[in-house]
Nanobody, 116 residues
Framework: QVQLVESGGGMVQAGDSLRVSCAAS????????TGWFRQAPGKTREFVAS????????TYTDSVKGRFAISRDNAKNTVYLQMNNLKPEDTAVYYC?????????WGQGTQVTVSS
């Protein structure tokens, strides 16, 4: 069973940067597509970014393009989300997800709060 544990969330001001991490255990990390999702208060969970197994292909939702960067280190079984120029509307719980064909495994989430 794959376990995902996020870390690195916190409270920042608009314009600041933050990097969240997701450490995986219990599976062969290099086999998995990994991604980040977020859920703001009162809203449904939304896709943020994903990265293919080898790390060569990434996808982003439009609202974070040019500001966020997803990366992975298969040797460390870890996926990262570097968030730059953060905005108050980026405030949410950020979830890591992974899977072979889809996102079957989820972390518990880490809170990111951006004040104006």
């Amino acid at each position: 069973q794959v376990q995902l544990v996020e870390s690195g969330g916190g409270m920042v001001q608009a314009g600041d940067s933050l990097r969240v991490s997701c450490a995986a255990s219990g599976g062969t990390f290099s086999r998995y597509i990994t991604g980040w999702f977020r859920q703001a208060p009162g809203k449904t969970r939304e896709f943020v970014a994903s990265i293919r197994r080898s790390g060569g292909s990434t996808t982003y939702t439009d609202s974070v393009k040019g500001r966020f960067a997803i990366s992975r280190d298969n040797a460390k079984n870890t996926v990262y989300l570097q968030m730059n120029n953060l905005k108050p509307e980026d405030t949410a719980v950020y979830y890591c997800a992974a899977g072979v064909l889809g996102f079957d495994y989820w972390g518990q989430g880490t809170q990111v709060t951006v004040s104006s």
